[in-house]
């Protein structure tokens, strides 16, 4: 098993629309959660961190089930800015540790 | 604030040629990172920079060597460029805690 996995997509939806991903992790012991957006072509930007009691920034909400391991992203009223793909990134927080990623899930989202 | 810096951001290469790839934070974070990313094999570490002074391999260490010149500067090497170095390569930075990472713009790197 994969250390971080998520479904490729693509998800096609339409404007207005909620989509939601999840992103699976294999080990238990796992501390952060993060969700990055990347654009074609351009770099990873970190959208949100995960956090235990589940988190909301406008349209996006963040969830973290660590009995299942697994966190998920949900976005409402989708628009067609949203397009991109979306990483899921975890870490031990040992010091000396770097973020795994999953390899995205690319959303596309159309008029 | 630049955040994270890379140069450059477009490179062709001939096999066997050799490089170096900068990156610069003025963000005060103590570790840094090196991703490669490919098409359907995602974010790869290379090395990273836990703090000023060290370095270690992450996942596909093999034909790169990095310098942490200074808490700013982490620099990436190719000694003999090969085919299978092509890819888009980036740098990333984060405090220690909660280790969110600033990705910098990246570079294209092409070897023929």
């Known amino acids: 098993r994969k250390e971080v996995e998520q479904d490729p997509g693509p998800f096609n939806v339409p404007e207005g629309a909620t989509v939601a991903f999840n992103c699976t992790y294999s080990n238990s012991a796992s501390q952060s959660f993060f969700w990055y957006r990347q654009d074609c072509r351009k770099e990873p930007k970190l959208l949100m961190s995960v956090y235990s009691s589940g988190n909301e920034d406008g349209r996006f909400t963040a969830q973290l089930n660590r009995a299942s391991q697994y966190i998920s992203l949900l976005i409402r009223d989708s628009k067609l800015s949203d397009s991109a793909t979306y990483l899921c990134a975890v870490t031990l927080n040992q010091a000396g540790t770097a973020l795994i990623f999953g390899k995205g899930t690319t959303l596309s989202v159309s008029s | 604030n630049a955040g994270v810096t890379q140069t450059p951001k477009f490179q062709v290469l001939k096999t066997g040629q050799s490089m170096t790839l900068q990156c610069a934070q003025d963000?005060?974070?103590?570790?840094m990172y090196w991703y490669r990313q490919d098409p359907g094999m995602g974010l790869r570490l290379i090395y990273y920079?836990?703090?000023?002074?060290?370095?270690d391999k992450g996942e596909v260490p093999n034909g790169y060597n990095v310098s942490r010149l200074n808490k700013r500067e982490f620099s990436l090497r190719l000694e003999s460029a090969a085919p299978s170095q092509t890819s888009v390569y980036f740098c990333a930075s984060s405090e220690e805690v909660p280790y969110e990472q600033y990705f910098g713009p990246g570079t294209r790197l092409t070897v023929t």
């Open positions: 920079s836990a703090s000023e002074g060290t370095t």
């Open positions: 963000m005060n974070h103590n570790s």
